[in-house]
């Protein structure tokens, strides 16, 4: 797959999201996109996708078979979350049973007989990932996956994506957590002022700490309702932070 | 596509939505048939319920392709694999949704509405008529819907003051050749509908045209 001189910009008056990109994916790899917030990330996501077109310049050679999770799963739909799967994997053309099997992979068996209404933005996170495995894909489009995910998930989506790689399925993921920083093989792509670097990722919010001396460090209190506070902690130890805990 | 369109109403079907637009056709319908049509007036009558029910026809299809969040939109134009695919399972629903609203319209005054049983010939001519009907609406309520007008308030207001902009413009010298509501409901009243229907027919359904082109065009850089 392959963008060539590819800009976009979402009206003919608009401000330029993204210009003169060239990228080439091969099969088989995996991407990580990084970018400070408002950078382009999502909009190159959907350009991959083939959700909008370029504005200019062009996108050859996308696999047949595209798979998208959105950063946010839009759960104001009323389906239970079998009926909402069964709808995606008869869209797909899925093999019967495949929900089921990757539900249990992601620990998300209990949540089938729930409506989408009652999920929680993890819960919610996992099903979106579902959806979008349903079949093999060819070109898999990740959205900030990890947000809201549980330990145990966020270990195992990088051995689905390195499964997916391995068969030959290119994987492009907006990571903001760089959870994919010790996937082996994995590229790196910054977004940043209207274009994308590929080999270049964003710099650390952390600072490094000084040679011979003690980091330096602050204390942040972070207040939040108690039934949010294992997810917060979670993502905040996820982006190597030091927490404590009191109520 | 068929299966995202069976998804999308099914959707619709759960929402509350399907009950707006439900309600309204009953409600004119009612108002309609209120007191029973006479004989030989039945083709008139379909002419004017064809003619007016594109209102209802409209919000049912805005609502139809409403009812998915934006964010399901893009999953699904990626499940049914490319956009082109989404937005005609959309148009697919509302018609289907339409479709059946159209059919409520013919069927209700032949139980109760008609004084007596039309001639097969006007219950072809009523069926073809709100064809026209449901086509013009489903237009104009894609044209309407989110993607296209994100403010629900600019929304409904250019789904009512687009049907009264095609009334009064229906009612110029130039009726026959914009989206001929009030030619057809004069032809129907004259008994001469046979003679302009294929006329009016083709105005009809190229303004219906233009619109789905329209929106479809639209929608490319309106996911």
């Keep these: ?247 | 596509m068929t299966h995202l369109a069976r998804f999308k109403l099914a959707a619709y079907a759960r929402s509350h939505r399907l009950f707006q637009p439900v309600i309204a056709l009953f409600a004119m319908l009612l108002i309609f048939y209120s007191t029973l049509v006479p004989p030989g007036k039945e083709l008139s009558s379909y002419a004017d319920s064809a003619g007016l029910l594109i209102l209802v026809f409209a919000w049912a299809a805005r609502g139809t392709l409403d009812t998915e969040p934006p964010t399901q939109r893009l999953i699904s134009m990626t499940a049914a694999g490319r956009p082109g695919r989404e937005i005609g399972a959309g148009l697919l629903a509302a018609l289907t949704v339409n479709l059946g609203l159209a059919a409520i319209a013919v069927a209700m005054p032949l139980l109760h509405g008609f004084a007596a049983t039309p001639a097969p010939g006007d219950l072809v001519r009523g069926i073809a008529l709100h064809a026209l009907g449901l086509s013009v609406g489903t237009a104009l309520g894609a044209l309407t819907s989110r993607p296209i007008l994100g403010s629900p308030a600019a929304a409904m207001l250019a789904l009512f003051g687009g049907y009264v902009a095609m009334l009064l413009v229906s009612l110029t010298p130039a009726g026959p050749f914009a989206v001929p509501i009030m030619p057809w409901m004069r032809a129907a009243n004259a008994g001469a509908l046979d003679a302009s229907l294929p006329a009016l027919a083709a105005a009809a359904l190229f303004w219906s045209a233009a619109g789905i082109t329209l929106y479809a065009r639209l929608r490319r850089t309106r996911p």
């Design chain 1, 1 to 247: 797959m392959r963008l060539r001189a590819v800009s976009f910009r979402y009206s003919r008056r608009g401000p330029w999201i993204l210009r003169d990109v060239d990228l080439i994916l091969a099969p088989g790899s995996v991407v990580e996109v990084t970018g400070r917030n408002g950078a382009g990330k999502s909009t190159l996501l959907r350009l991959l996708a083939g959700i909008v077109p370029p504005s200019r310049g062009t996108v050859a050679d996308r696999p047949s078979t595209v798979s998208y999770a959105p950063d946010v799963f839009p759960i104001d739909q009323p389906f239970t979350v079998t009926a909402y799967l069964t709808h995606m994997a008869r869209v797909r053309g899925a093999a019967p049973g495949a929900a089921g099997e990757l539900a249990a992979r992601l620990g998300a068996t209990h949540l089938l007989d729930q409506p989408l209404g009652d999920l929680s933005k993890g819960s919610a996170q996992k099903i979106g990932l579902i959806q979008a495995l349903l079949t093999p894909p060819g070109l898999l489009i990740l959205d900030e996956p990890f947000a809201g995910l549980d330990e145990q998930t966020r270990t195992t989506l990088p051995l689905i994506i390195d499964e997916i790689a391995a068969a030959g399925g290119t994987v492009v993921v907006s990571d903001h957590q760089n959870q994919l920083r010790d996937l082996p093989g994995a590229d790196h792509w910054l977004v940043a002022d209207g274009t994308v670097t590929p080999g270049a990722r964003e710099a650390s919010p952390r600072p490094a700490p000084s040679p011979g001396g003690t980091p330096r460090q602050a204390i942040i209190e972070v207040i939040v309702d108690a039934d949010d506070a294992d997810e917060v902690e979670q993502k905040l130890r996820a982006d190597g932070y030091l927490t404590r805990r009191s109520s």
